[in-house]
Structures are given as structure tokens and as C-alpha cells.
């Protein structure tokens, strides 16, 4: 199917009678703040049972990891205005909740990085790219180390973008690196390592696996197969698994309509199904990057 017929369809089930609310943005998306408050307080409390012996480390780091893959959600929400119509109140929030994955980073320098994702999706030049080519391995130490692959990315940009905001990423890095260098040549070195940068890792891989690794391809292209470019994980799913990955095993809905809140995928993907052929959607495991024919991935 041509880009331009799908792009028809698109606009057609954004237009659907049905879909009026899902597509309402509300002055405050009250479930990613609960998503933050859950993130941060729940680091928190794997922090402290750290640090007075209630769990073992490998618990902790764990535990702690996937809170900070929970709190990517309210970035990622920021940075597409989903989180807030008062503009201001969006990226307060949105900053906030980068400083567990990427301290110093601002919502307003992510969302460069990300809507210029959205709008390479699969290309040579999609910022992205080393999250979704060669092999697991490589995806996921790139992943680990995504500090550097965008600190580099945006360096390599630099006169393209505007004075303020390269301003911005400067005051960041330089916070970044001083919480690093304070860290490492403190006393307290190890419980820093195991409190912090080891869940940082374990947050950092998460995230990309399951937003990134798993939902594209190189070579699907966006702008040449709106609907292909992104997998779905939706088919043969449980209700734990959408609410682990707060709604991205409809990452799909996301990339056709990246102004919706996740928490209003689900309507939004049961009418595109009906729309869109069903050879047109794409469909990979939570556990592999097939993207074959939608229905014909193993159940995993």
C-alpha cells in the first residue's frame, strides 16, 4: 500500500466519531503524574532498602532500574506535549522526570532528539538507529550508553541548532559530569555504583529494548510505510504486559498519532485494525524483532 493511502486511513480513523475523546488532550494527564510519583517514589524506596540492608544489592538494582524505565514515560510524554496543554507545566515535569535516566537533560533538548526520531524512523540518519541495527548485544551496549550516542549525535548538529538551546545542553553536560565526578571520587563510590549508575543501565536497557529494539527496523522506513515502519505487540498480549510497558505494546498507535496520551492507545488501536489491512501491520514478540504479517508472530 502507497504512503499516501495510508496516510488517508490515518486521518480517517483520527476523524472517526468514536475516537473524539481519545484524541482530547486534558490540561493535565493525571495518570503519567502518578506514573512519576510511582517512579521516583518507588527509586526511592528501593534506594533506602539498599542502604540499610533490606534487600540485596542485585534486588535493589533490579527494582531500581525498572522504576527508572517507569519514569521515561513522563519525558517521553513531555516531549510530545502529552502531558500538559499549560506548556510551561508539560516541561517542568517532563525535566523532572529525565533526571533518574539522564540527569541534566531537559524536556525541550530531548524532544529534539526524539521528534527527530519520529521523523527518521528507519533511515540512515534517524538518531535512533544504533537502538534497532545489528545485533541484540550491540543494541543493548548502545543502550546502556545512550548518554554518549546523543551527546555525540547533538554535538554533530551543533551550528544547526539555535543559541538557547545549545546553551542548555552545555549547563546539562557540565551538571552531568560533575554528578559523576562528585560520585565516583566520593566515599560512598560503591553504594553510588549500586544505587545509581547500575540501575541507571538496567533503566537505560529497558527502555530502549521495549521502545525502541523491539518496535523497528532499519529499512521500514516511516516516510515511505507510515504504518509498517513500527511493530505492535498487542496480539496474544495480557493486561500485565501492556501495563509493564505502560501502553507501548501499542507503540504503533504512538507513531501514527504521537499527540495522544498512552493511556488512550487501547480505543485508538481497536479501530485501526478495522481500517488497515491486516498485511499492513506489522507484528514482533516482546522477545524478538521479526515484524512479520500481522497474526503470524509467535506467541511469546
Same mark, same amino acid.
Request: with cysteine; net charge positive; charged share 15%.
Given at each position: 500500500?502507497?504512503?499516501?493511502?495510508?496516510?488517508?486511513?490515518?486521518?480517517?480513523?483520527?476523524?472517526?466519531?468514536?475516537?473524539?475523546? %481519545?484524541?482530547?488532550?486534558? !490540561?493535565?494527564?493525571?495518570?503519567?503524574?502518578?506514573?512519576?510519583?510511582?517512579?521516583?517514589?518507588?527509586?526511592?524506596?528501593?534506594?533506602?532498602?539498599?542502604?540499610?540492608?533490606?534487600?540485596?544489592?542485585? +534486588?535493589?538494582?533490579?527494582?531500581?532500574?525498572? $522504576?527508572?524505565?517507569?519514569?521515561?514515560?513522563?519525558?517521553?510524554?513531555?516531549?510530545?506535549?502529552?502531558?500538559?496543554?499549560?506548556?510551561?507545566?508539560?516541561?517542568?515535569?517532563?525535566?523532572?522526570? %529525565?533526571?533518574?535516566?539522564?540527569?541534566?537533560?531537559?524536556?525541550?533538548?530531548?524532544? $529534539?532528539?526524539? +521528534?527527530?526520531?519520529?521523523?527518521?524512523?528507519?533511515?540512515?540518519?534517524?538518531?535512533?538507529?544504533?537502538?534497532?541495527?545489528?545485533?541484540?548485544?550491540?543494541?543493548?551496549?548502545?543502550?546502556?550508553?545512550?548518554?554518549?550516542? !546523543?551527546?555525540?549525535?547533538?554535538?554533530?548538529? !551543533?551550528?544547526?541548532?539555535?543559541?538557547?538551546?545549545?546553551?542548555?545542553?552545555?549547563?546539562?553536560?557540565?551538571?552531568?559530569?560533575?554528578?559523576?565526578?562528585?560520585? $565516583?571520587?566520593? %566515599?560512598?563510590?560503591?553504594?553510588?555504583?549500586?544505587?545509581?549508575?547500575?540501575?541507571?543501565?538496567?533503566?537505560?536497557?529497558?527502555?530502549?529494548?521495549?521502545?525502541?529494539?523491539?518496535?523497528?527496523?532499519?529499512?521500514?522506513?516511516?516516510?515511505?510505510?507510515?504504518?509498517?515502519?513500527?511493530?505492535?505487540?498487542? +496480539?496474544?498480549?495480557?493486561? !500485565?504486559?501492556?501495563?509493564?510497558?505502560?501502553?507501548?505494546?501499542?507503540?504503533?498507535?504512538?507513531?501514527?498519532?504521537?499527540?495522544?496520551?498512552?493511556?488512550?492507545?487501547?480505543?485508538?488501536?481497536?479501530?485501526?485494525?478495522?481500517? +488497515?489491512?491486516?498485511?499492513?501491520?506489522?507484528?514482533?514478540?516482546?522477545?524478538?524483532?521479526?515484524?512479520?504479517?500481522?497474526?503470524?508472530?509467535?506467541?511469546?
Amino acid at each position: 500500500m502507497k504512503a499516501q493511502d495510508q496516510r488517508a486511513i490515518i486521518k480517517q480513523v483520527k476523524n472517526h466519531p468514536e475516537l473524539v475523546e %481519545a484524541f482530547h488532550m486534558p !490540561w493535565l494527564a493525571w495518570p503519567t503524574v502518578l506514573v512519576l510519583v510511582l517512579s521516583f517514589a518507588g527509586f526511592a524506596a528501593s534506594t533506602y532498602a539498599l542502604l540499610t540492608d533490606l534487600l540485596p544489592p542485585l +534486588v535493589t538494582i533490579v527494582l531500581s532500574g525498572f $522504576f527508572i524505565f517507569w519514569s521515561f514515560t513522563p519525558l517521553h510524554e513531555a516531549v510530545h506535549r502529552n502531558l500538559s496543554r499549560v506548556n510551561w507545566l508539560n516541561d517542568l515535569i517532563g525535566t523532572v522526570s %529525565a533526571q533518574l535516566l539522564l540527569p541534566g537533560f531537559t524536556s525541550s533538548l530531548y524532544r $529534539f532528539l526524539h +521528534v527527530t526520531h519520529h521523523a527518521r524512523t528507519g533511515q540512515d540518519d534517524d538518531p535512533d538507529l544504533k537502538f534497532t541495527k545489528g545485533s541484540l548485544f550491540s543494541c543493548l551496549l548502545n543502550a546502556a550508553f545512550l548518554d554518549i550516542l !546523543w551527546v555525540r549525535y547533538y554535538i554533530s548538529v !551543533w551550528a544547526e541548532r539555535p543559541l538557547g538551546e545549545r546553551a542548555r545542553f552545555s549547563l546539562g553536560l557540565v551538571l552531568y559530569l560533575t554528578l559523576f565526578a562528585v560520585g $565516583f571520587s566520593s %566515599a560512598y563510590v560503591v553504594e553510588f555504583t549500586l544505587a545509581f549508575i547500575l540501575p541507571m543501565f538496567v533503566g537505560r536497557i529497558l527502555t530502549v529494548y521495549l521502545f525502541a529494539t523491539i518496535q523497528h527496523r532499519p529499512g521500514h522506513e516511516q516516510r515511505v510505510d507510515p504504518v509498517g515502519a513500527t511493530s505492535i505487540q498487542d +496480539v496474544h498480549s495480557h493486561w !500485565w504486559r501492556h501495563l509493564f510497558m505502560l501502553g507501548q505494546s501499542q507503540h504503533l498507535v504512538h507513531h501514527l498519532y504521537p499527540g495522544v496520551p498512552w493511556y488512550k492507545y487501547d480505543p485508538i488501536w481497536k479501530k485501526v485494525k478495522e481500517f +488497515v489491512p491486516s498485511e499492513q501491520i506489522r507484528q514482533s514478540g516482546y522477545f524478538s524483532r521479526n515484524q512479520e504479517p500481522f497474526g503470524t508472530a509467535s506467541r511469546d
